[in-house]
Nanobody, 127 residues
Framework: QVQLVESGGGLVQAGGSLRLSCAAS????????MGWFRQAPGKEREFVAG????????FYTDSVKGRFTISRDIAEKTLYLQMNDLKPDDTAVYYC????????????????????WGQGTQVTVSS
C-alpha cells in the first residue's frame, strides 16, 4: 500500500526553525515529483514548495522564498522541508504530496494534480 507519513511539526517561536520529513513507502521514490502544501484554519490548502523527480529543480511560493528549502533523499525515500525564520502566518497543517504522471512543472500549485496526500503535521508559530 502506498503511503506518505509526515513528521517534525510542533510549536516554535517566531524566528525559529523546524524541519519536516515525509517518509514514502509502497512505490519507487525516484519516479515522481513531490511537494509540500499547507492549510490554515478557515483557509484553502495552498502550495508551499515543489521538487522535481531528480531533485535538481525546486519551486516555492513567494511568501516562503529565502526561508524554506525543499529537498529529497532518494536513498532514504524521504522528502524534507527545512523552515527557517518562521512567522506566525506560517501556522498551518503541512501536507506532503505526490503528483499524477505525466506532470508539468507549471502544475506544482494545482491541488487537482496531486495523486496522494500525507496525513499532515501541525506547525504552530507563536509571536
Amino acid at each position: 500500500q502506498v503511503q506518505l507519513v509526515e513528521s517534525g511539526g510542533g510549536l516554535v517561536q517566531a524566528g525559529g526553525s523546524l524541519r519536516l520529513s515525509c517518509a514514502a513507502s509502497g512505490r519507487p521514490f525516484r519516479t515522481y515529483p513531490m511537494g509540500w502544501f499547507r492549510q490554515a484554519p478557515g483557509k484553502e490548502r495552498e502550495f508551499v514548495a515543489g521538487i522535481s523527480t531528480s531533485g535538481s529543480n525546486t519551486f516555492y511560493t513567494d511568501s516562503v522564498k529565502g526561508r524554506f528549502t525543499i529537498s529529497r533523499d532518494i536513498a532514504e525515500k524521504t522528502l524534507y522541508l527545512q523552515m527557517n525564520d518562521l512567522k506566525p502566518d506560517d501556522t498551518a497543517v503541512y501536507y506532503c504530496a505526490t503528483y499524477h504522471l505525466p506532470f508539468s512543472v507549471n502544475r506544482f500549485a494545482d491541488t487537482t494534480a496531486v495523486d496522494l496526500w500525507g496525513q499532515g503535521t501541525q506547525v504552530t508559530v507563536s509571536s
